[in-house]
């Protein structure tokens, strides 16, 4: 599906150094990248947070180059008030969501956390702040496939 008909676009998002992954939500009507880190140690923060400035500027070149900006038989992007006053290459605003459920800091659990708030998120649910089971979910996906 195009992303001109799309108002989030969802992308994990790993760091290099680690075997960390967030979930980023490009939150296209808004101008943002909201990103979701299961695991709160300031380290892991750190080494994310320019990988995701890196996307937040390249992301509207992209746009850009691709025509996006242009494909507004659905959305006027150059009239909502977050585009307005910014050049089509102005950087995206990062925002770190806070006060969601952590996954233990010893776990390889990432995955099971980007397709859990991925489901939560696409189906237009807060993502919990405490409760979520990593043992559960796995039962709960593997069951599905």
Not at 12 to 30: G, Q, R
Request: net charge neutral; aromatic share 12%; charged share 20%.
């Amino acid at each position: 599906m195009p992303w001109h008909v799309k108002d989030d676009v969802y992308v994990p998002v790993n760091s290099n150094v680690e075997f960390h992954w967030v979930l980023t939500v490009v939150a296209l009507k808004e101008r943002c990248i909201k990103v979701y880190d299961f695991m709160s140690s300031n380290r892991s923060s750190r080494k994310l947070s320019s990988e995701i400035q890196k996307m937040a500027t390249m992301l509207p070149k992209y746009l850009e180059l691709s025509g996006f900006f242009e494909q507004n038989e659905r959305t006027n992007w150059l009239v909502l008030k977050c585009y307005q006053g910014k050049n089509k290459s102005h950087p995206f605003e990062v925002s770190h969501v806070t006060g969601i459920a952590q996954q233990e800091s010893s776990s390889l659990d990432c995955g099971i956390f980007i397709v859990s708030y991925t489901e939560y998120l696409s189906d237009g649910l807060q993502v919990p702040s405490w409760g979520i089971s990593s043992d559960t979910l796995r039962l709960r996906y593997a069951s599905l496939l």
